[in-house]
């Protein structure tokens, strides 16, 4: 785990000789210490490191450890420190820094110094050093029109495959990329899917339900991703003006159960999903740009209005509007719903009954599955029909009986008066 972090941080590293690159400096430490929990986090918090060392570098001429003991000896004032820091890094933003953006950096360097034996007070934190306050805007969840001219606007098919994999799975965007060949199972009924709890917000495993379409646009996507290609390369034969020769060949990619399934290049090192994330998202605002939905959040400028959360929205939305809401909370993967504990088949059962509104393209499905209704709807009308039809005639044989029975009672009555006389 350290040298994949140190990787990281080496790969990284713009500023020489860094407290980064020591394994004993009380960075490296932190960092060693976080990736512990979570790799990823540790990235990130690594790239926050990283600006706040630009920052003390420019403003006080020192390192981090360095001012770490400076702090430690009051010669320099910790909420001071982050005030300054806060300045700078509206001053350094190209575009305007969100404010929630600017609160995860100095909430991640507050919570280093404390690590680093800082003691900084909350009281005092809040009174000192001036965040700004974060807007929380209400975001609508995308309609299934919205989802369809996404997917159709999607330009190649390992991106239209991952948004439909969101739209109707309702993953987080880094679960849905650490899905491997082997967590599979397109021939169950329905198909499903594995989550390994290493890439959930819960750390806990989970199984997912895949509706049809998705199940036949997964095949198609890793149809094609291993797929026969022409290979061509320089050969070390040469021809007749001593040229190497240009050898071409058909190979077809090796297939391992290992495989992440939106990765497109695999070799023996596991794809890091957060790298492949970076890559997927480009795309994927592309497109948005292409259809002239790539509009801009009010008060931050780097982040669209839709997003590839967005569709995780959708997903929630779309079952609870179904009658299905402590469902929709399993469905996504919080940990609050009662259906954790029910059977599979019970899942099983209401994921069939919710699976036509997570279907977009397949118009043939839902035409057909639109048949099946109307004809079981039809059958059930000419059984009731059958069944009047039975009422009436078990109506009109009770009078029958009826009038029978009264014609019979009036006869021994007159046959009594007969006998009387």
Known sequence: M?????SKVNSANTLGKSPFDNEKSIVS??????????????????????????????????????????????????????????LYLKEKSIN????????????????????????????????????????????????????????????????????????????????????????????????????????TKTKVDRIVFLTEEVTQQ???WLSYKYRKRRVCYKGQEHDHHNNERTIT????????????????????????PDAIYDDIAKSFAKTLDRMGKGEREDGNEGRRQITLHSFRRFVKTTISDLGYSDYSEYFIGHSGSTYWQKKESEKAEIFRKIEPYLTFLNI????????????????????????????????DAIAHLSDQLVAITSRLQELERKQLK
Do not use: W
């Open 364 to 395: 043939h499905e839902l035409e057909r599955h639109g048949a099946d209704i109307q004809s079981k709807v039809e059958e059930l009308e000419e059984l009731n029909q059958s069944l009047r039809r039975h009422d009436k005639m078990k109506d």
């Open 2 to 6: 350290k040298s994949a972090l140190t």
């Open 218 to 220: 997964l095949r198609s």
């Open 29 to 86: 430490k932190y960092l060693t210490n976080v990736a512990v929990m979570n790799e990823s986090t540790a990235a990130k918090y690594n790239e926050r490191l990283r600006k706040f060392e630009t920052f003390v570098s420019e403003h006080y001429g020192l390192g981090i450890d360095e001012i770490v003991k400076r702090i430690r000896k009051a010669k320099i004032d910790a909420y001071n420190l982050l005030g300054n820091y806060i």
């Open 96 to 199: 305007s820094i969100s404010p929630i953006t600017l609160k995860t950096y100095v909430i991640t360097i507050k919570n280093f110094l404390e690590y680093s034996d800082i003691d900084i007070s909350p009281r005092k934190f809040k009174l000192k050093v001036r965040l700004p306050k974060v807007i929380r805007r209400n975001k609508e969840a995308l309609s299934k029109d919205d989802v369809i001219d996404i997917l159709n606007s999607c330009s190649d098919i390992r991106l239209k495959t991952y948004v439909m994999f969101l739209a109707a799975g309702g993953f987080r965007a880094v679960e849905a990329l650490s899905v491997r060949i082997k967590d599979l199972d397109l021939e169950s009924k329905p198909a499903r899917v594995f989550v390994r709890g290493e890439y």
């Open 249 to 272: 060949e058909y190979r077809m990619p090796d297939r391992e159960q290992n495989h992440l399934i939106f990765a497109v290049y695999q070799n023996t090192r596991m794809p890091n």
